[in-house]
């Protein structure tokens, strides 16, 4: 079918989304059915406002170059369109005689794809409309993980190594808080910059399980007694006994999708360290670090596995859509795990990732609540690369004159 | 002269300061006078408690993977020694035949090392006393730069590169609050992660000048007006308008040395989101990130210049200690400037790196006092090696049908 093709990135940034757009678009230059290109500036508002442009006239080494970029190169959005948003969406690409539409984010976007479809279906509009996922969150359903998380893991694999050493330099209780909103997985990947029993982090705090704050002072107070000092690492989603959110409290701003504020402050880290003060012992050394942005566009922590299988659902997206009247969310499979991982992309229906997100598995949290398990590790392991490795002094001590 | 060699690490970790205790190890390994190679745990602290251990025992392997890792290997301490304990240490490196004593710090470690070796020097005890400089804060006097700082500075520009693109993709106002106690430098060096005058950091706030509220949201406004979104790095130790570290009201910690907390909390940018908030119209998304212990520890961002720089330092330290009845602080000067960099080493006398500390040039700071010159992205960017390129789409528009 001969026509133009739209493609929008939505929701927050990862360091791979453009490796994802980039696939899209050089793969689309190849097959003659696609005549131009457009891309949405600042996703559906952008289509909303017909403030697109031209793929056609970026060089190939601007292209590739924006591939290998953190974040959003078309600019992304917070919107979550309505049906009456998404009828003029659809406009748009009748007006623009859009035949294939890309729309780069999470659950929200195939949400926002599968009610376009839905309208061009009844209209009887040919318009075949892919979701390409991406999240740092992890928690797209179907597909085995999401573009976008395991670079993002990478950066806490690699924060929490170096936070280790610095904390061993300078003993003392250190928290650092992680994103990924109400899923675990991020915060979980924590685990992979421990390299020895002595290291840490020595407690990983998920937002699936409750935190009471006596018991998480019990357990600093008992990491620090065993190794000297503790290292934390905390879910910027970590729910009280209450079962709401820590950050409630904090926040006064919520997105039209009803998300609360949880990143850009460094409240909860404070609050956290506040409270541990009042249980610890006094003279105990705390502090807090709240990771921040860098876990979604720091250029200096991509997953060449991330990167490659972001570029490659974008491709695949571009095959599928030329394969005959489908349409579909693009997911990923893993054909071989461990040492030699190896994956695979498949098509799922736009509904099948709408909606709902993945929780964090049960089997993947350990049974104090207060870690994860090695069934996690060997899932997430594959995923983000070679780690740097840390140097430790064997300290053979001198004995005393 | 024969004996054995102590070596004690102090202050505040870098990326890069085990290349310097690994380059006095390795160098004193080669010399025949000095016997045994002894390490400080914990700097003074460990000295003072007799905490020490054998380098003998540790293989080449684990050396060279010390010195490619974050953080102070031997661990380090935040106290400043009294005259008694200078007494004490003195005392301790006679019991153990110490000839070589080597201090990795900053200017308290050099005012240690020179009150120690006034105590050698009156007691005719031959000891050659040296003083390693790092700190991430670039404050040391008489060296053109202090190993760790273009790490930190490395860490810090990819940082704002990342997130300006991040800050483009969903427009608000971001403020990244940075490290360098007292000093511009690291703050100043979130200059070079501005690719083109579009791209932030718009505004850099240092410690050298005193930051009215007002006037720092009418700036954040002026240039949200002009690019549609702002990035703005915030030194840690910024002054209100009476002169006090903002800080200050945040901190009831204060360390040997007599400074507040700084680090460790993300109670300065929580603020200044506040404060810009109650200042800027309606609606504009305000965040912020400290960027945290990162800046010193993570393992992703050493600058080799850097990395080979402190390894300089801790080998010409033992060279100059073979070379006859000297100490000081080992230096750092320019030989070629720009692409060309070369540096080489000097030794100055400890006093002169002791007590106080280097100002921010003047010249470094541009007229509105929100910004750097030319003068200081040319002292910085030598040091810091190359920089991943970032990809912008030229956005050509499509007209509106």
């Known amino acids: 079918m001969a026509g133009n093709l739209l493609i929008g990135q939505s929701g927050g940034p990862t360091m791979v989304i453009n490796q994802s757009l980039i696939g899209v678009v050089q793969e689309a230059k190849k097959h003659p059915e696609i005549d131009k290109i457009y891309g949405a500036l600042n996703g559906v508002v952008g289509i909303m406002e017909e403030r697109l442009i031209d793929f056609s006239k970026e060089s190939n080494e601007t292209l590739e170059l924006v591939a290998s970029t953190p974040s959003a190169a078309l600019g992304s959005c917070r919107h979550k369109p309505t049906k009456e948003d998404c009828m003029k969406i659809f406009d748009i690409c009748k007006k623009y005689d859009i035949r294939y539409f890309f729309y780069c984010g999470g659950n929200d976007s195939a949400e926002t794809a599968h009610i376009v479809n839905s309208i061009a279906r009844e209209s009887n509009y040919e318009l075949r409309v892919f979701h390409i996922p991406k999240t740092v969150d992890n928690d797209l359903k179907v597909t085995d993980h999401c573009p976008g998380y395991a670079s993002a893991a990478r950066f806490v694999a690699m924060s929490f190594m170096g936070n280790d050493r610095d904390n061993a330099s300078l003993p003392g209780v250190k928290i650092d808080i992680v994103m990924g909103r109400h899923a675990g997985f991020l915060t979980a990947a924590a685990a992979l910059g421990k390299t020895s029993d002595e290291c840490g982090p020595h407690l990983i705090y998920l937002p699936e399980r409750h935190l009471s704050l006596d018991k998480f002072a019990a357990d600093v107070k008992a990491a620090y007694d065993k190794y000297g000092r503790c290292l ?154 070679t780690l740097p490795k840390m140097g430790i002094l064997e300290k053979n001590m001198v004995e005393k004159k």
Chains 1, 2 share one sequence.
Do not use: W
């Open 232 to 385: 934390v690492a905390v879910s910027e989603g970590v729910c009280g006994e209450n079962g709401d959110p820590i950050m409630k409290a904090y926040s006064n701003e919520t997105d039209s999708h009803g998300n609360i504020q949880l990143s850009g402050t460094g409240a909860l880290g404070d609050f956290l360290v506040e409270e541990l003060k009042k249980r610890l012992p006094e003279g105990i050394r705390v502090r807090t670090d709240t990771l921040g942005y860098n876990q979604r566009c720091f250029p200096g922590a991509i997953s060449e596995i991330d990167a490659k299988e972001a570029r490659m659902v974008g491709e695949a997206g571009v095959r599928f859509a030329m394969a005959g009247d489908l349409d579909g969310s693009v997911a990923i499979k893993r054909v071989k795990d461990g040492d030699d991982y190896q994956s695979d992309v498949f098509l799922t229906e736009l509904q099948s990732v709408a909606k709902y997100t993945k929780d964090f598995p049960e089997e993947f949290i350990n049974a104090e609540g207060n870690g994860v398990t090695q069934a996690f590790i060997d899932y997430v392991k594959p995923l983000i690369g």
